[in-house]
């Protein structure tokens, strides 16, 4: 059963940086696709960044790119997001998501595609 826990949200002011971390369990790590994916206050989750199992292709929202960068260390079993020059719009809980059986050569943005979901974790930016 893979599980997945987000850590690394909080409170930062516009401009600020924040590094999101999602550990997974499973000695097969380095062959999930993973994703994360947010949701603010009265809107439906939205696709944020996705890489691929092997870690060659990634994947960004039009509104994160340039500032945000997903990244995997297989030896730690974690995928990492690192936000950068954060906007008040960019106020959410953030899900990290994984496909253990995903195994595409580009990375993938559709939610439908991962079957598991971490609990999610605030990430609240000041004006």
């Known amino acids: 059963q893979v599980q997945l826990v987000e850590s690394g949200g909080g409170l930062v002011q516009a401009g600020g940086s924040l590094r999101l971390s999602c550990a997974a369990s499973?000695?097969?790590?380095?062959?999930?696709?993973m994703a994360w994916f947010r949701q603010a206050p009265g809107k439906e989750r939205e696709f944020v960044a996705a890489?691929?199992?092997?870690?060659?292709?990634?994947d960004y929202a039009d509104s994160v790119k340039g500032r945000f960068t997903i990244s995997r260390d297989n030896a730690k079993n974690t995928v990492y997001l690192q936000m950068n020059s954060l906007k008040p719009e960019d106020t959410a809980v953030y899900y990290c998501?994984?496909?253990?059986?995903?195994?595409?050569?580009?990375?993938?943005?559709?939610?439908?595609?991962?079957?598991?979901w971490g609990q999610g974790t605030q990430v609240t930016v000041s004006s």
């Open positions: 890489i691929t199992w092997s870690g060659g292709s990634t």
């Open positions: 998501a994984a496909n253990p059986t995903l195994r595409t050569s580009v990375a993938v943005t559709t939610s439908l595609l991962y079957d598991r």
């Open positions: 499973g000695s097969t790590f380095s062959r999930y696709a």
